[in-house]
C-alpha cells in the first residue's frame, strides 16, 4: 500500500536532520524549500511574479533575487507577508502536486518536506504527518545563532509561521528534538519500523 508522509517543523527546528537521515537511508524527500528556490532563478515562475510585484529592486546585479532583501520586505510587512503566501502558496502548491503525483508512480513510501504544511492546509495530501518540535526558546537560539540574527529579528521570523505548540495538536507523530541528534533520530527508526513516537505532554 503507497505511503505519503508530510514533514514539518518549524524554523530551525532541525527538521533537516530528519530529513537528511531519511534521505541516508534511501527514501524519496520532496524538499518544498529546494522546489521554491528552483522556482526563483531567473525564468521561474516565482521569479517572475515576484519581479512583477517589488520591480527591479529585489535583483542583483548578476541577474539572481536578493535573497536576503527578499525576506526582509516580506517579514517586515504583514501585507507583503499575506500576498507572498498567496501568490507563492499558490504557485508552489502546483508544482508540488506534480511530483507528488509522479512520485507516487514509483514509490510505495516517500516523504514530503513542507515547512508551512498545516498553514497551508496540506494535511489532506498525507497518510500521516510527522512534527519536528523543538521549545520556543531553543528554536529562537538556534536561528539567532544560525542566520546571525538579533533576538528580535529571530523572534520576527517565527512569528511568520504558527507556534510549533500549534502544530504539536495537529500532527500525528511529533518528534521531540530538545534533546541530542541521536535521541532524535532513535525516535524517526521507532516510527519506521512501525512504532508511534507521541509525545505531547
Do not use: C
Request: overall charge negative.
Amino acid at each position: 500500500m503507497r505511503k505519503i508522509i508530510g514533514i514539518t517543523g518549524g524554523i530551525a527546528s532541525g527538521k533537516s536532520t530528519v530529513t537528511n537521515f531519511l534521505r541516508q537511508q534511501g527514501f524519496q524527500v520532496v524538499d518544498a524549500d529546494a522546489v521554491v528556490h528552483q522556482l526563483q532563478k531567473p525564468g521561474g515562475r516565482l521569479f517572475e511574479a515576484l519581479v512583477q510585484h517589488f520591480e527591479q529592486e529585489i535583483i542583483l546585479e548578476n541577474g539572481e533575487l536578493n535573497r536576503p532583501l527578499l525576506a526582509s520586505l516580506i517579514f517586515s510587512n504583514p501585507e507583503e507577508q499575506k500576498w507572498s503566501k498567496q501568490i507563492q502558496g499558490e504557485i508552489i502548491r502546483e508544482e508540488l502536486a506534480t511530483l507528488r503525483e509522479q512520485l507516487a508512480q514509483t514509490e510505495e513510501i516517500f516523504f514530503m518536506d513542507i515547512p508551512l504544511l498545516f498553514e497551508q492546509d496540506y494535511s489532506d495530501w498525507f497518510a500521516e504527518t510527522w512534527l519536528v518540535y523543538v521549545d520556543r526558546d531553543a528554536q529562537v537560539e538556534r536561528l539567532m545563532k544560525r542566520d546571525q540574527l538579533s533576538k528580535d529579528e529571530a523572534e520576527s521570523r517565527l512569528a511568520a509561521q504558527w507556534p510549533l505548540e500549534k502544530k504539536k495538536d495537529l500532527a500525528s507523530q511529533v518528534l521531540d528534538n530538545n534533546g541530542n541528534q541521536n535521541q532524535l533520530l532513535n525516535q524517526v527508526h521507532i516510527l519506521l519500523e512501525g512504532g508511534r513516537q507521541d509525545d505531547r505532554d
